[in-house]
């Protein structure tokens, strides 16, 4: 499968975006996917992830760092999964990447070592 992010781009502190990652194929429901972001000198991290399609309820899992603030979701229809963020801050400044790990249980992963598949990042600059 294939994965392009999309959406990044320059905003102020408080401000919010939405950014997007299309992916190649037929069988995107039973892709677990995720979010991750990593920052100038640091390592990638885990961001936010949603399950594939299991028995029809999808599950979600978000970094403590973004919760209540941002918000994974999924259009099987489109074979997209979007990542609303609002009310950022300056230290969520980062290339921001999605992720797919094929997976017919409805299970989540959090770690970057789990997913097979990597878009090519976009870059999320907020700035103070």
């Known amino acids: 499968v294939q994965l392009q992010a999309s959406g990044g781009g320059l905003v102020q502190a408080g401000g919010s975006l939405r950014l997007s990652c299309a992916a190649s194929?037929?069988?995107?429901?039973?892709?677990?996917m995720g979010w991750f972001r990593q920052a100038p000198g640091k390592e990638r991290e885990f961001v936010g992830t949603?399950?594939?399609?299991?028995?029809?309820?999808?599950?979600?899992n978000y970094a403590e760092a973004v919760k209540g603030r941002f918000t994974i979701s999924r259009d099987n229809a489109k074979t997209s999964v979007y990542l609303q963020m609002n009310s950022l801050k300056p230290e969520d400044t980062a290339v921001y990447y999605c992720?797919?790990?094929?997976?017919?249980?409805?299970?989540?992963?959090?770690?970057?070592?789990?997913?097979?598949?990597w878009g090519q990042g976009t870059l999320v600059t907020v700035s103070s």
């Open positions: 194929g037929r069988t995107f429901s039973s892709y677990a």
């Open positions: 949603i399950s594939s399609s299991g028995r029809g309820t999808y599950y979600s």
């Open positions: 992720a797919a790990k094929y997976n017919t249980g409805g299970s989540y992963y959090t770690a970057p070592r789990e997913y097979d598949y």
